[in-house]
């Protein structure tokens, strides 16, 4: 299972500074992606609709 934050930062995948960077982690690994590389990645593995998050 992953944790998920959204933070401002540069992507992994297409190296760009964004304001919303999703930040996942478990115990194994961490990744930092745009809402748009990160559906790329996981293409398949998992559905991803960047409209249903809420804010603290």
Do not use: P, S
Request: proline share 0%.
């Amino acid at each position: 299972m992953y944790t998920m934050e959204i933070k401002t930062g540069k992507c992994e995948q297409c190296e760009q500074e964004k304001g919303e960077i999703l930040h996942l982690q478990n115990q194994k690994t961490e990744y930092h992606f745009c809402a748009n590389c990160l559906e790329k990645y996981f293409e398949g593995q998992i559905v991803f609709d960047a409209t249903n998050y809420w804010e603290e």
